[in-house]
């Protein structure tokens, strides 16, 4: 799912109030006969750096006319061949900015606004002193703002938006404050630091831009008093604190953009009145409370209302009628309700607004009927989103009278009835999304007649009959989500023949029969395909090898039979691959073990026969499941199947003598290697096998012989776990016979060094009760003369934390093992305790860097042990020598999913990257969802999964598995539901706190373990 009114759309509606002074080249009356040199040379270096010129602008740069005539260029009447004005905006030139700019003394505007310039912004403009205009706007200039900029002293617009700014904004600038600034404009850009406070003596500023950046701190009260301001617009920001109130206070507002930030306090009731002029109000995403105010009204003007994702309560606006010129209304993911008197009149009162484009009411708390009054709002109207709530009734039939809508969401409500039959006439759709609702009847055939749909969401719902063929008609259609209905009948060839579905095919748990066409092929481009749990039959189409991009196919649950074809052999992008429950028969075919890809493979209840492959997805037990076929031998040794049997016919004619010496030959072949290999290792490396670090005399000294032996010659019935740099076995260790657990590298694997190192690096500085405990290393060379390394850690005899929470379907244990709450809450306990440790209480800084499910161990008395640091960091500058091999690698570091987001947009490892890993694990372990879920698409992830059903519905999405623990509640102090409950909405609450999208908004490990044990303690007393 994604967030329905995107960032790049509320960006969009404030760029519409942004209209800096467009720069116009004067005209040149005639060819001047002597010109300036100076001017002419700065413009030739200018030429010099441009490296890209499409449309043929530059290049014509030459002596053959004067270059007050080249263009883009204008030249002052009164001084001839003085250049004035340089403008070559939106000419896709490519480049950079020499310092000779600088010698254009006569120089009053520079346009070179939507280009593609690189580099720095020379200090030498600050040698331009009759410079009025500077725009630089959208380019790809990089490091700091010149601070020469000041001697601009006519200055009065500065354009340095969305380029590649760092740094903070020079002090320097500060002199131009008293002068002549009317606009300035340094939004998307990189830049940190406070706003500075000397912008309040501004007082001619008019504009100014510094959204989307790296600004802290509060907003300084002496902006204030900028009375001529008409744009303020400093939103998706680390800003914090409450809104001076005299930033309310400046009538001339036209657009007050204050949205994704960490503001909060009550919300001035009475700004329509204090900002009577105001045409855009954008503070979504804070955390400002109390009731809307009644007196928005007011602003009759006014355009964009944008207040979603804050603690906004009380009633909705019922005044809203009067706001004509309203274009976008916005109040999604808040804690408003419904008066009882008044119902959604506020909905109707929205009638009146025959501009209005956007409306999204999502995510608060509505209740009653869906009015029929949506019916009547203007066909203007592009968006109406009203999802997550808990609105009933059933769809208007009207609805299908707007037909300007491009995007219709009315999902996970308690909407009943069935899909109008008019919807066809909505013919600009491209999003439709009711799912999960109650939603009965039939898909109408005139589906078919939005031919611009993209994106089809119906899921969850109570629909019946066919798939309607004429589907076939939506050539743009990219997703379709029909599953968990009651639809039967075929799947139509026309709709399995869109080529343009790429995104998903998801039609499971419905009762669909016949087989699966082989037009399936024609979806080249697919990534997902889940058609499990219907009745369909026949054998799996060879057709299906067309769709080379799938990453998930998923046919179990179905009647399949024949063979696994040999097609599926060109599926090698697949991670999930389920045909379990099916009649397949036939072998196990051995190209699924060169799928370097599969994570996941369910071939389980089926007819299947012959050798288990031993390589690739079938080396991990965890990682597939074969149960319930019977004719299967051979295999790792954990599965527990029966041996093989091969009977080898020889060549008739063949001489006794040759076939008793060619096996002899082979074995003095072998003998003699390993003889080689072992003189070769005993000069090298058997005196004195390698530790990296002080460790339990008692096992100061392991040899790789040592380890051979404990694993049995790293015998497969002994592997526990495998990633990507290593594998685990299980080991017996020395006469003593302990049980440890040894990591050994793939040393041929990129990387895998430099994660041994890190964890030795790591592990030799820290000592935790939550903390894997290690007993040695083994740093040698094995019997062949090759590098070897390996970990030896204390054998956690209850796995791991994924294996706890995500038993694979069909697991062998006859006794599933389940997690309660008491144990989850512990467990989050003791996670969070490490990391802690980790980041404030082991001298230096530690960050993990890949916190997850499986990394988690479970020891005997079900304490948590966080494990693998292969990808850990010294924050500590003390030891950054020691840091320094892990901190150069390529991409991003971690696994999708637990990876802080800020880390794909190149930022460097932190504790709060560590906090945004633990809040999606806490996430995880109690609502049993992993981030990878098939569900989270399109920008919709388990963060905001959770927060929509914070608190009311969060037994919703809580793992049913957990109501178990009900009975152990005390009932003299709160029912054990409403406990439970409690409990919860104060865990998940704070999950949502450490996975928020913001690194500055996290929560600290600290309060985190004070947090979740003070919860613990008030849930289980005892």
Known sequence: MEKLIPTSFILACIALFINPTTLKPSSVEAALSIGNETDRLALLAFKDRITQDPLNLITPWNNSIHYCKWKGVSCSTRHPGRVTVLNLAAKKLMGSLPPQ?????????????????????????????????????ANEFQGQIPTNLSYCSDIQ????KQNNLVGKIPEELSSLSTKKLKGFYVASNELTGSIPHWLGNASSLVQLSMSVNYFQGTIPSELGRLLNLKLFQIGLNNLV???????????????????????????????GFTLPNLLGLYVGGNQFTGHLPVSISNASGLQDFFVAENNFTGTMLTNLGSLKDLVGFTVARNQLETDEAEGFSFLTSLTNCSNLQ??????????????????????????????????????????????????????????????????????RLEDLRLFDNRISGSIPETIGN?????????????????????????????LLFLSGNNLTGFIPKEVVS??????????????????????????????????????????????????????????GDNLFGGRIPLSLSALRSLNY?????????????????????????????????????????????SAFSIVENR????????????????????????????????????????????????????????????????VNERFRQVSYAEIVQATNQFSSSNLIGEGRYGSVYKGVLGNEGTVVAVKVFKLTERGAAKSFMAECNTLRSIRHRNLIKIITTCSSIDFKGVDFKALIFEFMPNGNLEEWLHQCEGDQNEHPRSLSLTHRLSIAIDVASALEYLHHHCGAVIVHGDLKPSNILIDSDMTARVGDFGLARFLSDSLLTISQPQTSSIGIRGTVGYVAPEYGMGSKSSIQGDVYSFGILVLEMFTGRRPTDMIFEDGWNLHQFTKAALPQRVMEIADPSLLSELPSVDENIMTGNEKIKECLVAVLTIGASCSMESPMERMDMRDVVAELSRIRTKTFPH
């Not at 999502?362 to 709002?377: D, H, Q």
């Not at 199947?641 to 082979?666: D, H, M, W, Y």
């Open 157 to 160: 617009i500065i354009g340095l």
């Open 577 to 621: 691959l389920d045909l379990s429950i099916n009649k397949l028969s036939g072998q196990i075919p051995a190209y699924l073990q060169n799928f370097t890809l599969l994570q996941s493979l369910n071939l389980s209840y089926n007819d299947l026969e012959g050798e288990v492959p031993h390589e690739g997805v079938f080396r991990n037990v």
């Open 101 to 137: 700019l600088g010698n254009l003394s006569f120089l009053r505007g520079i346009n070179l606004e939507n280009n593609s310039f690189q580099g720095m912004i020379p200090q030498e403009l600050g040698r331009l002193s009759r410079l009025k205009h500077l725009n630089l706007n």
């Open 358 to 427: 956007g409306l999204d009411i999502g995510m608060n708390r509505f209740k009653g009927e869906l009015p029929t009054s949506i019916a009547n709002f203007s066909s203007s109207l592009q968006l109406l989103i009203v999802q997550f709530t808990q609105i009933s009734g059933s769809i208007p039939e009207g609805i299908t009278n707007l037909i300007g809508l491009t995007q219709l969401v009315i999902s996970a409500n308690l909407i009943t009835g069935e899909i109008p039959e008019g919807i066809g006439k909505l013919e």
């Open 631 to 694: 004719k299967l031998c051979g295999g790792i040794e954990i599965l527990g199947l029966p041996t093989c049997e091969v009977q080898v016919k020889p060549k008739r004619g063949t001489p006794i003598a040759i076939k008793i010496a060619i096996p002899v030959a082979l074995l003095c072949s072998v003998l003699l290697v390993f003889l080689l290999g072992c003189l070769c290792w005993k000069k090298r490396s058997e005196s004195s096998p390698s530790t990296m670090f002080p």
């Open 241 to 271: 604190g409450e809104v001076p109130p005299s930033i309310y206070n400046i009538s001339s507002l036209l657009l007050l953009g204050l949205s994704f930030n960490r503001f909060y306090g009550k919300f001035p009731q009475d700004i």
């Open 498 to 555: 869109l080529s343009s579905i790429n995104l998903a095919f998801y039609l499971a748990r419905n009762s669909l029969t016949g087989p699966l066409p082989m037009e399936v092929g024609n979806m080249s481009n697919l990534v997902k395909l889940d058609v499990s749990n219907n009745r369909l039959s026949g054998e799996i189409p060879s057709t299906i090898s067309k769709c080379i991009m799938l990453e998930s196919l998923r046919l």
């Open 450 to 478: 939005i031919t611009k749909l993209r994106q089809i969401y119906l899921f969850g719902n109570n629909l019946s009959g066919h798939i309607p063929p004429s589907l076939g008609d939506c050539k743009q259609l990219e």
